[in-house]
């Protein structure tokens, strides 16, 4: 099993930014990839981006070349770091791991980007 936590999110003007953090406890052993989601009102969860053990990321095209995501193998942790915000950037938030066997998914955190 594999826990995630996340961590900052909340509400910006837009053109803000908003950093929010992901840490993983458990058997973090195997997994392959850790990633954020977006889920905005009557809409699918979508990738934002992700990052794989090697440390290479991916990106959805909205996020790509205003989001960064990055990993502190020490802590656990994987941070993405949202910046130039827009409205259109406004859901819940989701952390996931992926490993061979499973998906796993933290509780959500919301950002809200609206003046």
């Known amino acids: 099993q594999v826990q995630l936590v996340e961590s900052g999110g909340g509400s910006v003007q837009p053109g803000g930014s908003l950093r929010l953090s992901c840490t993983a406890s458990g058997t973090i052993f195997g997994i392959y990839t850790i990633g954020w989601y977006h889920q905005a009102p009557g809409k699918q969860r979508e990738l934002v981006a992700l990052i794989n053990r090697l440390g290479a990321p991916g990106y959805a095209d909205s996020a790509r070349g205003r989001f960064t995501i990055s990993a502190d193998n020490a802590k656990n942790t994987v941070s993405l770091q949202m910046n130039s915000l827009k409205p259109d950037d406004t859901a819940v938030y989701y952390c996931?791991?992926?490993?061979?066997?499973?998906?796993?998914w933290g509780q959500g955190t919301q950002v809200t980007v609206s003046s």
């Open positions: 996931n791991a992926r490993n061979s066997v499973a998906d796993y």
